[in-house]
T-cell receptor, first 115, second 111 residues
């Protein structure tokens, strides 16, 4: 099976712009989670989607949003970019065939640089 | 709430040395516990996991045992190689499929 794919892999934006990142989960996986990774804060949970519904949300401002499509692909959007949004954004998928507590499988990430 | 506390790094070891990275957790009930590894420029890869008390996860020579009495899940390897140089993350998941990660421990193995 192909792994989790994320596009684009690298992105440079300027302050005030908005950005959309895309994630394709492993085939058959229904849950997609997003994380922000920075040297100072480590891995921080953004949100999780399952069957097109946001089930969990981390402690991020409303500028960070996401959605999931019927084929389980997911996008996250960051509006009005700030310098502090520069980070590696990781997407992870899990099958959720047995309820919760399932392994998450990560993509390679999208590295966003805000200038 | 749920949280993971992981040994601060960086850790530098000589090849063939013994590795221990400490991880303790706080959670109600019975979480599942994981170790992930991140190589430079890549995403996280699952290294091993354990889903109940006294379970031992193992992979590629790495081991960790789920100790409920000490709320710990320490990662060990008997003989590290240069190729093990990476950042290691301890994590737990409980209800709702939300993962909680430690801050990561950077390991460098020198020949």
């Amino acid at each position: 099976k192909a792994g989790v794919t994320q596009t684009p892999r690298y992105l440079i934006k300027t302050r005030g712009q908005q950005v959309t990142l895309s994630c394709s989960p492993i085939s058959g996986h229904r849950s997609v989670s997003w994380y922000q990774q920075t040297p100072g804060q480590g891995l921080q949970f953004l949100f999780e989607y399952f069957s097109e519904t946001q089930r969990n949300k981390g402690n991020f401002p409303g500028r960070f949003s996401g959605r999931q499509f019927s084929n389980s692909r997911s996008e996250m959007n960051v509006s009005t970019l700030e310098l502090g949004d520069s980070a590696l954004y990781l997407c992870a998928s899990s099958p959720l065939t047995a309820g919760t507590q399932e392994t998450q499988y990560f993509g390679p990430g999208t590295r966003l640089l805000v200038l | 709430g749920n949280s993971v506390t992981q040994m601060e790094g960086p850790v530098t070891l000589s090849e063939e040395a013994f590795l221990t990275i400490n991880c303790t957790y706080t959670a109600t009930g019975y979480p599942s516990l994981f170790w992930y590894v991140q190589y430079p420029g890549e995403g996280l890869q699952l290294l091993l996991k354990a889903t109940k008390a006294d379970d031992k996860g193992s992979n590629k020579g790495f081991e960790a045992t789920y100790r409920k009495e000490t709320t710990s899940f320490h990662l060990e390897k008997g003989s590290v190689q240069v190729s093990d140089s990476a950042v290691y993350f301890c994590a737990l998941t409980h209800t709702g499929n939300q993962f909680y990660f430690g801050t990561g421990t950077s390991l460098t193995v020198i020949p």
